[in-house]
């Protein structure tokens, strides 16, 4: 009898060590999973911090050039800043203010664009681009009727409002207040030629 129940006792002992071994294996189980979703959500988590913080570098203002470069309808202007070695002045940090053609505004001037992009009138393409900018940062709503803005050229662009639409040299602002990070642009409709080239 007591052989008996010290087989029983053993008996037991042993379903309830192989109990507690199998809920401490799900137990384990059930952490390995809990901790590999941890890690997965973290490293979607860093992902998506990643992409957030590419996209706010991406919409920072960019400088003139870069800005340029990147519109695809101000592609000539994009050439002939480049033809005029003028795209780097643009690219820095000093503050200007750019009256930018849209390639429509230089298609209207097509003679006049292929005259100035020959390598032999480089002086007078640098002279008509710098016409369309001038130093500082001026908003549309900066700009006065009748105001005189001294160019980068040296003439100056008169600023006449019509209507609540601004124009320089009689081109019309058609979007205005471009945020660049040195600067203003504002795309024209019109390319404006100085009278000294």
């Known amino acids: 009898m007591k052989n008996t129940k010290s087989i029983l006792i053993v008996a037991l002992f042993g379903l309830l060590a192989v109990g507690a071994t199998s809920c401490g294996d799900k137990a384990a189980k059930e952490k390995a999973r809990l901790d590999s979703i ?76 292929d005259m100035l992009l020959k390598a032999e009138n480089k002086s007078k393409l640098q002279n008509v681009l710098k016409y369309h900018a001038v130093a500082g940062t001026f908003k549309a709503a900066d700009l006065k009727d009748g105001q005189d803005l001294t160019t980068l050229q040296g003439e100056k662009l008169k600023v006449s409002i019509k209507d609540g639409k601004v124009y320089v040299g009689g081109a019309e602002v058609t979007n205005p207040d471009v945020a660049v990070s040195n600067g203003v642009v504002h795309m024209t409709n019109k390319v404006v030629v100085p009278k000294k080239l």
Do not use: H, W, Y
Not at 69 to 90: R, V
Not at 94 to 111: E, G, I, R, S
């Open 38 to 113: 941890r890690v997965a959500d973290s490293i979607a988590q860093a992902a998506a911090e990643a992409k957030r913080v590419a996209d706010s570098i991406a919409a920072l203002p960019k400088p003139i050039a870069q800005f340029v470069m990147a519109t695809p309808n101000l592609s000539t202007l994009l050439a002939a800043l480049q033809a005029g070695e003028l795209a780097e002045a643009f690219n820095g940090s000093d503050a200007f203010t750019l009256f930018a053609p849209t390639n429509d505004a230089f298609a209207a001037v097509q003679p006049t664009v």
